[in-house]
């Protein structure tokens, strides 16, 4: 059991995370760009011993941060591709080659600089999920007087008062009132849920139509919401950073720079030559060559509006092997929609669709639109409907074409014509949600809902098998046997349903330690915490998106799962080019770093050749941005 959180209102609003680029990052490489520039100048026009000492100046100052950074990762452990940089800055600090040395600061900070342009701004997850809490409860005091507290104060046994278009603020048991809630946030299921005396509601289940007494089983910091908010926290700080690509490459480039420096050094004892050595072997092609590429793969996905959040979420989204899909609103449409309407005792279908949303015009809840939405498709004539009363959970009354016409759950209609009524028609089908219709005293016929599948979900999830992804699981918090029948229908074979987000984040968690690197694609806030947790997490934000999208390392602005598709295409197209970079970039710089140790390049010059080395990295790095021919 997650232990019980307080939610606290956030310190800054949601969406409003740290800056992009930190001023300490920013300031390095203007300062060595401008010191450069200065003292060059200077030192060209009328060279002075100042002029040097300017420069020696600006090095150790731009230097320091650089060279301190990485002795701090050294004593970590982590000897990375920057510490040949730091080796050149040093020497160029010992030979007094400010030059030289100010290079390198530059294309280290430089590169450093496009890192964090490329990561973009930090997620805000927990703060906008708690921003999103209730604040205040209703308890019913002995008179049945509603005062206002604070959620904090809610204890066990606790009588709250629920309004309509508010959320539950812990768990309960309904007492009074008859309702709907949406349970969305913590099952994903879209067809709201009965609330009726006796039944259990979680934390976070917003109320749709009637007033609801409930009696609290929890307090507020042990509910279900609070739950989700601390998986949430939890997995976004037990998330391991990944190792960088150009580290992976700097584990065999680093000692064989030192190779080769020992080497120059032994055949010549100059130590010009090792600086040389150095200046050309500064791993320039792996600081740059990644973060350019992810910045072109990041505004190439931009292009399909998939907003990816992060580059190391961009480079991880190129090694999945797993996709773990929720159910409603992913790989379904997320909203109930008319799915058949029958019609008994000699009606047709569409004059019970017709009478049926002539009533239902006048109600909010969700399935009276979508009956409105089933007969504006059919093109069908709607009568007006007058005097229409509509009865909270329960269903809807109202008079059409001088004909009383009823509409809503099997109860509602015995209640309204009594329990002769049911002989008049047969019994629908058990799945689904139905809604009965009758037209004065007799039955003509229902309406039942379903969750339908998107279009070109197989086809999608064939292209997925293509793009490496092995292993296909379904997980939602509708009922298994909903969950299995799509999972069937989509070419899935691993499916679980009756999960809540606990359970979800489980079953992520459990095939990462099966070795598996997953994606999470999921829309709502009870996909959050696994979103969170995967290798990574891709949120469909077409409608609004919430913490499901502060929780995911991607985001799909428009309402089209089968984007991840292309998301997973262009992260590795990425990476290929990366790697590409790189592989050209270290092998040109092994060219010069032999030349050098032969000394045949003077430092400077080295610095130089870099430089049109990085040139030629940077330009084919940008082909990530381009569209794949």
Known sequence: MTDPVRLQRPSTPPGRGALVVPLRTLLIPLTTIAALLVGGALHLARPEPWDETLLFG??????????????????????????????????????????????????????????????????????????????????????????????DAIVVGDRLLVRPGEMLPADAIVEEGRSHVDAARLTGEAIPVPAVPGIALRSGSVNLDGALTVRATAVAAASLYAQIVALVRTAQSEKAPIQRLADRYAVWFTPLTLVVC???WWISGDPQRVLAVLVVATPCPLILATPVAIIGGINRAARERIIVRTGGGLERLATVDTAVFDKTGTLTLGHPEVVEVVAVDGTTPDTVLALAAAVEGHSGHLLARSVVRAAEARALTVPDARGVVDTAGRGVRGEVEGVVIRVGASGFLTDELGPGSTALAPMPPAEGLVAWVARDRERIGWIRFADRIRDGVAPFLSRLRALGITRTLLLSGDAHANVAAVAAQVGITEARGDLLPPDKTGRVHSLMQEGRRVLMVGDGTNDAPALSAATVGIALAAHGGG????????????????????????SRRTMRVARQSIGWGLGLSGAAMVVAALGWLPPIAGAVMQELIDVAVILNALRAGRDAT
Do not use: K, N
């Open 58 to 151: 600006a090095l150790i100052v731009a230097g320091a941060p650089v060279v301190w950074r990485t002795v701090r990762g050294m004593l970590r452990g982590e000897f990375a591709s920057d510490v040949v940089a730091m080796l050149a800055i040093l020497t160029a600090v010992a030979l007094r080659e400010p030059i030289a040395g100010l290079v390198i600061v530059l294309m280290q900070s430089g590169g450093e600089l496009l890192e964090h342009y490329a990561e973009g701004r930090a997620s805000d997850a927990v703060r906008a999920l708690e921003a999103e809490a209730p604040r205040i409860a209703h308890r019913l005091s002995a008179g049945a007087r509603a005062v206002d507290i604070d959620v």
């Open 262 to 264: 020992g080497i120059a």
């Open 547 to 570: 913490i499901s999208a502060e929780a995911a390392d991607a985001v799909i602005l428009v309402d089209d799962v089968t984007r991840v598709a292309t998301a997973i295409a262009i």
